[in-house]
């Protein structure tokens, strides 16, 4: 096989399927692909594509040549390529002959009701001028309907454009026999309504009419509507740079993207997209990244901050090392998870599918027993041939197969705007049973950054002086303690004054000599071997906040203990509201963490969680999680890091946050971008929206199906009643859909 992804020895391709028109074409494209030797495919009509997982022994000429052969086109979608461009030349197409059949048809309704109600208005030649007007109809307008059934036939199979086809022929053919076996058609003898029920005797050039039009504006809205509903998805993965400023020999030399390499470094000036993503070498900046998080709030990166590729630098200018380029940059690999996870299939769609598969032989099969039916119990041939024709046009399972993929394909791409990118839709299905959320702790409830949480001086100190002192030694250090006192002091002096005669004590702290004075930061340990005694009331402020599993510093000048500082892996601003919007949805919270029992429910606490699964050793996070699964728990994982994978497996649904290790994000089944822990509860939120707008879609399109064909079958619906009404069931389905383009991200209640 020349292009995929290897997986366990077979090779995953992905194509994009030409030419089917509903989910029968879809489910016969799969039938055909999966009839091939270690071959598995799924096609999704939505997306026009197919997913397929092959042997090294079957190559993409052989898949293609397959779908050819169900009188379908292929072709290849590359790996990391932008993808297919929906076919606005099909659009064209459709618009092209719904706007003749709507010149043509609507007069031609009107004259054939006024000729069959009014036979006194009828003048010579009447007939001629009804047909006239529907053979460019039937033929030209329609034809969309018959190439396609055509096809069909020369494969031996059927589809919704086989009911189609058969209907717009059968009713012009008996209109044709009708007007010149019988002479003029009789009217119906009981005015409009029974026009309506379309007693015998009455012309069908109409309906003929009337069928192409609903059915070619069914499909017309269908293509905008699936144009729609992927826009999201166009729109970020052409959110990247076109060109890059690469200093190549000390200059700037401006480069198409596709050549920047990794290492390289590149220049980013205000008003700029990121070309890819790297890390900050020199320079500050504040970053846009709504395009790629949805988060409005601009971002602040400095040197060794690392920055993503599609985001935009508001103000001053960086220097940025390229870490990923191309198809390996977290965009282009988001991109990937959401159209794979279009093209993947959840059980209900499956079934749909298996439904559309079948239904259309057997409505063809039910029309001819209608008419046989008829026939057999002496009715005239014209009140048959209502009732089968009605049969046909009714039945076209369009709804059943839009149902799924169409409310899919729109979560995913509103998925995508709000920083949720969904991997796969059994996630979406698994979302709907989740009782129970466990949250990792470092790096997921909390920033994975030390940051001082508290500061206490000793009496006469002021916090300015205090922090002067602690944060010009600590600035002189590496220890991600002494940096985040440094950052704190930088944040609230206007700059901090050299350290002289620094000194690192390991494990202990650090020394030096600050404004001609002797400072010591770092442990009480270290203070008393050095002979500093720490105040009764600092020390016991000191005792409080490490049994609440923080970390202290006390501060020294001259031998004298100026103050304590509380140092803490801070938690998201974002986590006590998130977790407070999982309890209104009706869920439990569980913290998991390796930390100490009295550090985790410090966290736990000051953020409402419900639970603590606390000094659980990295090893033993799966276990722990199918001990919740054991207990009857239905578990969503939330975490980031290596030692979070197998949790985030084991889980039934798991979540991962972009910020976290490719080894975590392969495990998960939804990914996370935004920093912001109010996606979590806003992703079940739209999974139990996705669940319940396909539950919504399925209801009406059976629903429509079992009680529109005994209608049909019984001869209480005229064919043209049942072509708008198909048409407009088809429509219901993909605008119910669309909803979910505008989903807020409001926590949707419990069940």
């Not at 601009?298 to 630098?313: H, I, K, R, W």
């Not at 959320?437 to 100190?461: E, F, N, S, Y």
């Amino acid at each position: 096989m020349s292009a995929g992804t290897s997986i366990g020895g077979t090779r995953a391709v992905e194509l994009a399927v030409g030419g089917m028109t509903c989910a029968a074409c879809a489910a016969r494209v799969e039938r055909k692909l999966n009839k091939l030797d270690g071959v598995t495919a799924r096609v999704n009509y939505a997306t026009e594509k197919a997913a397929v997982e092959a042997p090294p022994g079957v190559g993409v000429d052989a898949l293609i040549a397959e779908v050819e052969r169900a009188g379908y086109r292929a072709e290849l979608v590359e790996p990391g390529g932008p993808g297919a461009e929906p076919d606005d030349g099909q659009v064209r197409y459709l618009w092209r002959r719904l706007v003749v059949a709507l010149l043509l048809g609507a007069p031609l309704a009107d004259l054939s009701i006024t000729m069959a109600l009014v036979p006194s208005l009828r003048f010579p030649g009447w007939q001629w001028l009804l047909l006239a007007m529907t053979v460019p109809v039937a033929t030209w307008c329609a034809w969309p309907f018959h190439r396609k059934a055509l096809v069909n036939a020369r494969h031996g199979t059927s589809s919704m454009d086989t009911l189609v086809s058969l209907g717009i022929i059968a009713a012009s053919c008996w209109s044709v026999y009708t007007i010149f076996a019988h002479g003029e058609a009789s009217a119906p003898t009981d005015g409009a309504w029974g026009l309506l029920l379309r007693p015998g005797g009455s012309v069908y050039l109409d309906v003929a009419a009337g069928v192409t039009t609903f059915v070619l504006a069914g499909r017309l809205f269908e293509a905008k509507a699936k144009h729609r509903a992927g826009g999201a998805l166009r729109a970020l993965a052409a959110i990247g740079a076109k060109d890059v400023a690469v200093l190549r020999d000390g200059r700037e030399h401006r480069v198409p993207v596709a050549e920047l390499r990794v290492d390289e470094h590149f220049v980013v000036r205000p008003g700029e997209t990121i070309a890819t993503d790297g890390e900050v070498l020199h320079g500050h900046c504040a970053v846009d990244a709504s395009t790629m998080t949805g988060e409005s709030a601009p971002v602040e990166v400095s040197p060794g901050d690392a920055v993503v590729g599609g985001t935009v630098a508001l103000s001053g200018r960086v220097v940025v090392r390229a870490t990923r380029v191309g198809a390996d940059t977290q965009l282009a690999q988001l991109v990937r998870l959401v159209e794979r996870a279009q093209t993947d299939k959840a059980g209900i769609q499956r079934l749909a599918d298996r439904i559309s598969g079948w239904f259309v032989p057997a409505v063809c099969g039910l029309a001819v027993l209608t008419f046989l039916a008829w026939w057999l119990l002496d009715a005239p041939a014209e009140e048959a041939f209502n009732a089968a024709l009605a049969v046909l046009i009714i039945a076209c399972p369009c709804a059943l197969g839009l149902a799924t993929p169409t409310a899919l394909l729109a979560a995913s791409g509103r998925g995508a705007q709000l920083g949720i990118f969904i991997k796969s839709h059994q996630a979406l299905e698994s979302a709907r049973a989740i009782d129970t959320v466990v949250l990792d702790k470092t790096g997921t409830l909390t920033t994975g950054r030390m940051t001082v949480v508290d500061v206490r001086p000793a009496p006469g100190v002021d916090r300015a002086t205090l922090l002067r002192h602690a944060g010009a030694v600590e600035d002189a250090s590496e220890h991600v303690v002494a940096r985040a006192v440094s950052d704190l002091a930088r944040r609230e002096l206007d700059e901090l004054p050299a350290v002289a005669d620094f000194t690192s004590l390991a494990g202990l702290g650090a020394c030096g000599v600050v404004d001609g004075r002797a400072v010591l930061v770092g442990s009480a340990r270290m203070l008393a071997e050095c002979g500093v005694t720490v105040p009764d009331d600092l020390d016991e402020q000191r005792t409080r906040w490490e049994a609440d599993g923080r970390t202290t510093v006390v501060v020294a000048v001259d031998d004298a203990v100026a103050g304590v500082l509380a140092v803490a892996d801070a938690v998201k601003p974002s986590a006590a509201r998130a977790v407070a919007r999982l309890h209104r949805l009706g869920l439990r919270t569980a913290l998991l963490t390796g930390d100490n029992e009295a550090t985790a429910r410090a966290v736990a606490a000051e953020v409402g969680i419900d639970d603590v699964l606390a000094e659980v050793l990295p090893a033993d996070k799966a276990a722990t999680i199918q001990e919740l699964r054991e207990r009857g728990r239905t578990v969503a994982m939330v975490g980031d890091g290596v030692n979070d994978a197998p949790a985030l497996a084991r889980a039934d649904l798991g979540l991962a946050v972009v910020t976290g290790t490719d080894v975590a994000l392969g495990a998960a089944d939804l990914i996370l971008v935004r920093d912001d822990l109010d996606v979590v509860p806003s992703a079940v939120s739209l999974a139990r929206a996705t669940l319940g707008t396909i539950r919504g879609n399925l209801a009406w399109a059976f629903g429509y199906n079992v009680a529109a064909l005994p209608l049909a079958a019984f001869g209480l619906l005229n064919p043209l009643i049942g072509a708008g009404a198909m048409a407009l069931s088809s429509l219901f389905v993909v605008t119910n859909s669309l909803r979910l383009r505008r989903f807020g991200a409001q926590p949707q209640a419990a069940g």
